[in-house]
């Protein structure tokens, strides 16, 4: 053996993890037997916030290179994808906590005060570097979201805030995807011009159809207008940064052009690395929300409209924030912009050739 020998007990400092679940109930003489389930399924879900932290942070450091090698982004997209994971698992936990009926929760529920999961520091900041902004939040108890914690804490969350986002990373990378344009090939003008003869087409069709009532010709019509406005909105630079001012977008007009690029041409042997990692994006935000969702589910179950030990609204806080507190929304927005296969502009062989990955040397 190369190294010392260790024993599992030791290895996983099993005397201390074991040795940490403290029942208040107990200690202040009104012991309550499902205190011990709580505890351990809030200290499991900590554990597992500590190890998404571990590979957001790497995921983080991979994405903040320029540019980003091909091996960091594939190890990227394996972490995230560990994370998304780890995410769903965690959902599951809730059904164990939901072993413990409200009346086993009210046994030991006043010793609690004023302990509430928002005070999760780790929590916090999965979703500040994730790239959920301050002022997109909403207010705790009227204060911003941080204050309620620890000093320490508080100084730690704001570090988070300063730093670059994994939003902020993704941002910066997108703005500089290469073959967008090039001597014969402007991705934007193409796409723009297929759109524009797509929304054409479809049009004419209307207006030449022998089974639609001069009704249903003048709805149609109408829509057809409404998804011009829709995309005029994306082509023109200036309502763009109108819709981003407004909080419609929230990634850069060069980002959103990439991301569609990407999107379109995903099959392309370059681009299927970039694709799955914005499709994990998307995976992110489902899953939080799942889990935000699952999270007022339960607290509805247990407390019905009772305030939370916190003080918050309870179900109602946690609900919103399921509904609010999205993070990459914008990728899921793309959807709006894509068009059909059969409508996308192929791109010329000399660009294809280099977004492949055939290898030019031969054996000897």
Do not use: C
Not at 15 to 31: F, I, K, M
Not at 88 to 102: A, N
Not at 166 to 193: A, C, G
Not at 284 to 310: F, P
């Amino acid at each position: 053996m190369k190294h010392p020998p260790v024993h599992y007990h030791d290895y996983l400092r099993l005397n201390d993890l074991l040795n940490a679940q403290h029942l208040r109930s107990r200690e202040v003489g009104q012991p309550a037997h499902d205190e011990m389930l709580f505890i351990t399924v809030h200290q499991t879900y900590e554990l597992w916030f500590k190890q998404i932290l571990f590979e957001l942070d790497s995921v983080r450091e991979s994405l903040n290179a320029n540019p980003v090698p091909e091996r960091n982004l594939g190890t990227a997209i394996h972490r995230l994808s560990r994370i998304v994971d780890i995410l769903k698992f965690s959902i599951g936990q809730v059904d164990i906590l939901e072993t413990m009926t409200p009346l086993d929760f009210l046994d030991f529920r006043d010793v609690l005060y004023p302990a509430s999961g928002f005070q999760s520091v780790q929590f916090r900041l999965i979703e500040t570097k994730l790239g959920l902004r301050e002022n997109d939040r909403l207010l705790y108890n009227q204060m911003p979201f941080y204050t309620h914690l620890p000093p320490a804490q508080q100084e730690s969350v704001k570090a988070a805030l300063e730093q670059p986002s994994l939003h902020d990373l993704v941002e910066k990378w997108l703005e500089r995807t290469p073959f967008l344009q090039s001597k014969n090939f402007d991705f934007w003008m193409i796409y723009k011009n297929a759109v524009m003869e797509m929304l054409a087409e479809d049009r004419q069709v209307v207006e030449e159809s022998p089974r639609l009532t001069p009704q249903e010709k003048e709805r149609n019509l109408k829509m057809n207008d409404l998804t011009m406005t829709t995309f005029q909105s994306l082509f023109d630079r200036k309502s763009f940064e109108e819709l981003r001012q407004a909080g419609q977008f929230r990634l850069s007009a060069p980002a959103v052009h990439a991301a569609l690029f990407i999107q379109i041409y995903r099959d392309e042997p370059i681009l299927q690395q970039p694709f799955r990692l914005l499709s994990l994006l998307l995976d992110l935000d489902e899953v939080m929300t799942s889990w935000r969702n699952r999270h007022a589910q339960m607290v509805s179950r247990m407390l019905g409209r009772k305030i939370g030990t916190g003080g918050s609204s309870g179900h109602d806080y946690l609900k919103e924030t399921a509904d609010r507190h999205k993070i990459f929304g914008d990728f899921m927005r793309l959807a709006t912009y894509l068009i059909p296969r059969s409508k996308i502009p192929p791109l010329p062989e000399d660009l294809r050739q280099r977004m492949d990955f055939t290898s030019t040397s031969s054996a000897t």
